[in-house]
Structure formats: structure tokens, C-alpha cells
């Protein structure tokens, strides 16, 4: 570890925390509907797809109808990318002329971009066009974040209303969100792309001479357009295989720190909203503050490992860090935060190769997901999943000290902790259930290039990123099977929606009750004692997947053996 490594470290916090706030004011005006300085340009935007559209703005939705209105829209969305990918070869944007997707594989992709999971079972230049990547994923990159930011203000509004029967307008949240947030970001966040060097054409590809006289034609896209929301809203999937280890993705340090950034910056942004909302910024800061320590310990044990190396190649007299599967331009610092970031957020982008990681480097991103990406987590989901944790630490803390619980002025009864340990519960039982199932398959254990522990890790890994909506991967895994593609589509489905429906059931729950003013009894949620607890409710109930996990491994060592398989 060196003192520059824990300077970007340092940086990469402090400049997220100073622009918290900022970033935190204009979501919330976005929150209440409020005009914001955009609103005369783009204001005439959004009034004319409401008139197109014929829905008004103003009618806002129960639970229940949210609920519903947000799944028909993420359907049809899926339905139109399968659709896409399917005909790719017969729709124009087809440069390179490649042919339409498989059925199991267009169904992965669709599912993967709908639930802003973004998992990639093919190479992004060898298997999609560029209209396939404009209009089949990155819409996707921009509509799966914006629901993820909408489901989030649904949440805020239980929590901040009284005896009210509404928690919003999905149309109304999603077409604010994409228009007064998401694309104004997105459109100087690729012009700066492009002038660091990323690609932004509609050209196929580039003939060239190398150095060594041999002829090489070089893949371009719209790549920049792609790249700039894949990492604002914590969508993760590269144009380019080696996704942001690419330098047509990531050319530079610069380019490296910003992408990282970007990839927490709305998820810091909801804290600071979500305080807002209910009227004691305090209690955003307090779960902004559980975690900081999270990510922090995460990046502290991934660092130190990836740095101290591989103790094997040191018996052979090679010392240093760990540099298998790194970028020499970004290092091993660089490597590290990035991995963490991505995991701790619902990106799964990588500019590493997570899969040549140390064994306690490795397994820090594999955790980070399995907690359910709540540290910071995806935009919208990262905030909205760390609630669900508050709301079974509340419950903790109202039985020590023996009254009704309480959050941010609501009481939280027996029907809100029974729909949290419902969505928080599809993690370990999606996880745990299909790990087991291709442990012992035959069909599941063809999928892993390395036998043994590691090669288990790559089917965990896999099912770990699908449920937690990450995408990314111990790349040793041949998953683009039909066996694969459908068990990650469906565990991707699961992952995404089984928890957003009981969320948005708490959120209607909420907001119907009326508000309980603070007394002298109730348990503070703003202090150093409620930050720890937050930290330890979320660790403990992460570990439901994580321990667990650990005994699958032998378990299946000893069945395949069993059946005369050597996994």
C-alpha cells in the first residue's frame, strides 16, 4: 500500500461528500416536482409527452397501482428489446452486419438491461450493432435508472406524508427524472468522454496499420453516449467486452476517477434527499454514514490484500502486489477502489479482472453484493434497500427498549418488518437455491473453467451479481448457455422485482399512518449508536448468504464425487 494509493482513496470520499448536498437539492426539488433551472427549456419537453401520452401528472397513484403501472412499463420494455435483439439482423445500424441473438441469449440481455442488472454473457463488439446497443440497451440504461430513482421517492413519500393514500406519480417521477437529471448529466458527461477519447460514431470499424506492419481493423461505436449512463446510473454493461478496462471506455486516470465518481454520485445525492424529505437531514447523514464505514472496511481489506500479492509468487522470489488481471495504467489502488465501488453500488462495471483477485480481495466484492448492494447500492435501489435494513434495526432497537418502534416519525408495526424480511429474504433464498442447483447439475458444473473451490466461486459469483442486479463477474464462467442464460435471467427477474413490490407495499403502508412525534422513549436515529447498529443489522443479515455459502462449496465437492464428477 503507498501514500498515493490512499490519497485517491481519501480524494474519491471527499469530493462525494462535498457534493452530497448539492446533488441532494436538486433530487429533492425533483422529489416535490418543483421547477428547477431546466424547466424553461425542457419544461415544454415533458408537458408535450404528457399530452402524447394523456397522463396527468397531477393524479397521483396508491401503492398498488404504482406497483402495477411500473411493471406493464418494464414489460413492455423488455418485450421490445427481446424483439431488437431477435431482428438484429435484418434492422438497419448493423455496420458489421451481424446476425440476430438466440433465443436464450436475447432473453438474458432483455432481462439483464430491464433490471438495470446489465449482466453481459457475449462480447459487446463481436455480438451486438449499434442499434442494438442504442436502442436496445442503452434506453434501458437510462429508464432502469430513472424507475430505480422513482421507486425511491415512492419510499421517501411513506415516510414523509400523513394519512395519505398516494405515494406519487410513476410516470410523472420517471419522466422528471430522465429529463431534469439523467440526460442533461449524461449529454456533458459524454462530451467530456469524447474529448478524453472515447469513441462516438456510428462508423463500424477502422482499418489500420500497427507498429509491427500488420493490418488491424479497430471496433468503434457510440460509445461515448453509452458509457457516460452505464456509469451514472449504475448500469455497468461495457460496449466493449473488457468493458471500462478497455481504453476506448476508460482512456485514463482522469477518466477512471471520474467514472468511479459518477457511479456513487446519485446514490450520495439520496441520502441527503431522503433527510430532507422527512425533515431531519440528520438522519440522512446517519445512514450516509453507516455506509461510508461499510465501503471503507471493504476497501481497506481489498487494498491491503491486492497489494500484499499472492504469497505462492513471493516463495518464488517475485515480489510486489498483485497485478494479474490489472490495467497497468490504473494500478492496483485504482483497481481496488474500482472494484469496490462497483460492487458497493449495483454497476458492475470493472476495470479489473475480478476473477484473478486474491482469495480475501475477491471476496470482498462478492460480499458487497451479497449484503444486497445497500452500501451507497444502485440509484434508487442502494437507498431504498438500506431502509428496508432500518426498518428491521428500528424493530431491534424498539425491543430493547421495550415500546413500539419508531422511524423518522412513523411506527413501525408488524406488517412493515414481516413485507422487509420478505424482500430482503429473496437474496439468500434465490442465491443459496440456484448456487446448489449448478453446483450438482451437470449442465451447471460445464460452466466453470476452474475445478474446485475457484470454479465453485464462479457459479456463486454468477448468482450473487444476477439477484443483486450487479452484472459483473468472475469471468471464468461460461455462462452464455441456455442453461445459464435462463437460470441468470430468472434469478436477474427475482432479484429486481420480488423486492421492489413489498417495498412499495411498505411505502403505501406508511403513508397511510399518522405521524408519532419523538418522546423521551424512543430510541434516537441519528447518533453513533444508531449508525453501529445499521452497520452491524446490515452485516449480520448479509451474512445469511455469506455463511451459508461457504459450506455449499465442500457440499458439492462431495456430491459430484459422489456421482463420479470432478468439480
Known amino acids: ?28 426539488a425533483l422529489y416535490e416536482g418543483r421547477r428547477t433551472l431546466l424547466h424553461t427549456v425542457l419544461g415544454p419537453v415533458e408537458r408535450g409527452f404528457y ?62 438491461f430491464t433490471t438495470n442488472t446489465n449482466w453481459q454473457s457475449y462480447g459487446g463488439e463481436s455480438t451486438m450493432s449499434n442499434l442494438s446497443q442504442m436502442l436496445g440497451l442503452t434506453i434501458h440504461n437510462f429508464l432502469s435508472a430513472a424507475t430505480g430513482i422513482a421507486l425511491a421517492f415512492a419510499l421517501f413519500r411513506g415516510f414523509a406524508r400523513r394519512e395519505a393514500r398516494a405515494i406519487g406519480n410513476f410516470w410523472a417521477d420517471v419522466t422528471r427524472i430522465t429529463l431534469y437529471l ?23 470499424a477502422v482499418d489500420v496499420n500497427t507498429l509491427e506492419g500488420v493490418r488491424q481493423s479497430i471496433l468503434l461505436g457510440p460509445v461515448a453516449s453509452q458509457e457516460a449512463i452505464k456509469m451514472l446510473g449504475t448500469n455497468g454493461g461495457g460496449f466493449f467486452n473488457a468493458n471500462s478496462a478497455h481504453p476506448f471506455e476508460n482512456p485514463t486516470a482522469l477518466t477512471n476517477l471520474v467514472q468511479m465518481l459518477s457511479i456513487f ?34 476497501v481497506t481489506v481489498t487494498y491491503w490484500q491486492e497489494a500484499a500479492g499472492n504469497p505462492v509468487l513471493h516463495g518464488l522470489g517475485v515480489a510486489g502486489g498483485n497485478m494479474e488481471g490489472k490495467e497497468v495504467r490504473f494500478g492496483i489502488a485504482a483497481s481496488a477502489l474500482f472494484s469496490v465501488v462497483t460492487t458497493a453500488a449495483s ?26 448492494e445497500v452500501v451507497i447500492g444502485g440509484v434508487g435501489a442502494g437507498i431504498y434497500g438500506f431502509l428496508l435494513f432500518a426498518i ?42 440456484l448456487t446448489s442447483l449448478s453446483s450438482v447439475l451437470q449442465r451447471g458444473l460445464a460452466g466453470p473453467l476452474n475445478k474446485g473451490p475457484h470454479g465453485f466461486s464462479e457459479i456463486l459469483y454468477a448468482f450473487t451479481s444476477a439477484v443483486g442486479n450487479n452484472g459483473s463477474a468472475f469471468a471464468g464462467l461460461t455462462a452464455n448457455t441456455p442453461y445459464y442464460n435462463g437460470l441468470l435471467g430468472l434469478a436477474m427477474w427475482f432479484g429486481r422485482f420480488f423486492v421492489i413490490v413489498p417495498m412499495l407495499a411498505i411505502a403505501g403502508g406508511l403513508a397511510a399512518k399518522k405521524h408519532t412525534p419523538e418522546s423521551a422513549g424512543s430510541f434516537p436515529t441519528t447518533g453513533g449508536l444508531w449508525i453501529g447498529l445499521l452497520v452491524g443489522i446490515v452485516l449480520i443479515l448479509g451474512g445469511l448468504t455469506f455463511l451459508p455459502s461457504l459450506a455449499l462449496g465442500p457440499i458439492a465437492d462431495h456430491l459430484a464425487m459422489i456421482r463420479g464428477q470432478l468439480f
Open 1 to 28: 500500500m503507498t501514500f498515493q494509493g490512499w490519497f485517491l482513496i481519501l480524494l474519491f470520499v471527499g469530493i462525494l461528500l462535498a457534493l452530497t448536498k448539492p446533488v441532494g437539492l436538486w433530487l429533492h
Open 51 to 112: 399530452k402524447l401520452s394523456g397522463i396527468d401528472p397531477n393524479q397521483e397513484q396508491g401503492w398498488r397501482r404504482y406497483a402495477v403501472h411500473m411493471l406493464l412499463f418494464n414489460v413492455a420494455l423488455l418485450v421490445l428489446t427481446y424483439a431488437v435483439l431477435r431482428l438484429q439482423g435484418v434492422l438497419p445500424g448493423n455496420p458489421q452486419g451481424l446476425a440476430g441473438l438466440s433465443p436464450d441469449l436475447a432473453f438474458n440481455t432483455a432481462v439483464s
Open 182 to 204: 439523467l440526460l442533461p448529466i449524461c449529454v456533458v458527461y459524454a462530451i467530456f468522454l469524447i474529448a478524453s477519447g472515447v469513441p462516438q460514431t456510428m462508423a463500424g
Open 265 to 298: 454520485l446519485i446514490g450520495f445525492g439520496l441520502t441527503w434527499t431522503f433527510g430532507k424529505a422527512v425533515g431531519n437531514t440528520r438522519q440522512g447523514w446517519a445512514i450516509l454514514s453507516a455506509m461510508v464505514i461499510l465501503f471503507l472496511a471493504g
Open 347 to 372: 454497476c458492475g462495471a470493472i476495470n479489473a479482472m475480478h476473477d484473478s483477485f486474491t482469495a480475501l480481495g475477491g471476496m470482498i466484492p462478492l460480499f458487497n453484493m451479497q449484503l444486497g
Open 392 to 433: 428491521l434495526a428500528v424493530f431491534v432497537a424498539g425491543l430493547m427498549v421495550g415500546r413500539t418502534p419508531e422511524y423518522v416519525g412513523k411506527k413501525i408495526e408488524a406488517r412493515e418488518v414481516k413485507l422487509a424480511v420478505l424482500a430482503i429474504a429473496v437474496l439468500p433464498l434465490v442465491i443459496l437455491g
